[in-house]
């Protein structure tokens, strides 16, 4: 091979080539590398070769790369950073070797544009970013399942108890029902056929035993009625529907005019929305509440009852931590101009046959009823009140269940 046939092969050679003596001053440049950088020949041989380094590769070839060469002969696969002409950067990898001719000594380099190699880089590190998020994504997959499962099985642990719940609650409304319901009805009847003479048979105490006997009857009568009542809520399989809260007071007020002696109270209330919710129970509830004013009414006032309700968004999760869900509550406030009672009983008296008066009517189950229908259509109520000053009860029922 001659060496014009030698040059001829440098100059198209696919990599760049270059050739310096140790004061730096390139000497040979092939057409690759002219053609890489934007360069004419004249241009570049009898420059320095920091001319085509950047300003970072300068630093590099003064304080590593020269010095490197200069002991061992040779470097290899050298990062750098060319210069074009354009003053375009131009990142290429770099081989080198040290030779000696006529008493002269010129480094030899070799060299590869890694432009690509940079994009392939990129891309394999973007590559990696979505593998290392799928992984995360995956792993927070994995434990949402794990803790989709804890809950399912804590839900079929509840689902086990309530079931147990209300078999026991089955039984004990057969018990309010019959077993003890009879055999009050057959004291109360034979108390009852105790005639007018028979009666004068007896001597007062007699007499006011009997009385006190069918008083009790009647009593324990009411208890058990409030009672079966109260446990018949746990019970009840009826459908939820669309339920027009100002029909649910209109028939409550009804029926509080129907069973007292003392009449309904007088209401006033704002046009109420529709909610979804069952029907009896909703009536219910309005139904003790209108009671409780009549039983609770302020001597010589007239009962009174005020209903005013706003619609706000509330988290529907009651029991589970850092879980949120907000749907539309209607917030009901029910306010009476009765006796009232004191704060500290607020809590007191939704307790079932709790009673701050024992002389007071009725068994003392009418607000447990409430608070029963109320948590039992996903909502709450609470009650403020001072003596002499009424009763204010707030409910919180969901538009939709």
Request: hydrophobic share 40%; aromatic share 6%.
């Amino acid at each position: 091979m001659t060496t014009g046939h030698a040059e001829d092969l440098l100059d198209i050679a696919p990599c760049g080539f270059f050739s310096f003596t140790d004061e730096g001053t390139l000497v040979v440049v092939n057409d690759t590398l002219l053609g890489m950088l934007g360069y004419t020949r004249d241009e570049l041989v009898g420059s320095h070769v920091e001319t085509i380094l950047t300003l970072a590769s300068r630093l590099f070839y003064q304080t590593h790369f020269f010095p490197l060469l200069r002991m061992q002969g040779k470097a290899e696969e050298i990062s750098l950073s060319l210069s074009s002409k354009g003053r375009e950067s131009v990142p290429v990898l770099l081989s080198a070797v040290r030779r000696e001719r006529e008493g002269k000594v010129v480094n030899h380099c070799a060299l590869l544009s890694v432009r690509e190699r940079g994009k392939y880089e990129d891309e394999l590190l973007r590559a990696k970013r979505e593998a290392e998020e799928a992984l995360r994504s995956n792993e927070q997959l994995v434990q949402a399942r794990q803790e989709l499962q804890l809950r399912a099985q804590e839900l079929d642990q509840q689902l086990h108890r309530l079931e147990q719940n209300n078999q026991e609650l089955t039984r004990i409304s057969t018990i309010l029902a019959h077993d003890l319901r009879e055999p009050m009805r057959k004291l109360s009847v034979f108390a009852s056929l105790f005639t007018k003479e028979d009666r004068q048979v007896l001597s007062l105490t007699g007499q006011r035993s009997l009385d006190r006997i069918k008083a009790e009857s009647a009593r324990m009568d009411r208890l058990l009625t409030a009672l079966q009542q109260f446990v018949s809520l746990d019970m009840t399989d009826e459908p939820t529907e669309e339920v027009d809260l100002n029909d649910a007071v209109s028939s409550a007020q009804q029926m509080v005019s129907e069973r007292t002696e003392r009449g309904a109270p007088k209401v006033r209330s704002e046009p109420l929305p529709v909610i979804h919710g069952r029907r009896r129970q909703l009536v219910m509830l309005f139904y003790q509440l209108l009671d409780n004013a009549v039983k609770f009414r302020t001597p010589e006032v007239f009962p009174q009852v005020d209903i005013d309700f706003q619609v706000l968004q509330l988290n529907s999760f009651r029991a589970i931590k850092d879980k949120y869900r907000y749907v539309d509550f209607v917030r009901i406030v029910l306010e009476d101009n009765g006796v009232g009672f004191h704060g500290r009983y607020s809590d007191y008296v939704f307790e079932a046959l709790r009673k701050l008066d024992t002389n007071s009517p009725g068994p003392g189950i009418g607000l447990a009823i409430c608070r029963k229908v109320v948590e039992s259509h996903g909502g709450s109520i609470s009650a403020e009140s001072e003596p002499g000053r009424g009763a204010r009860f707030t409910i919180l029922l969901p538009l939709e269940q």
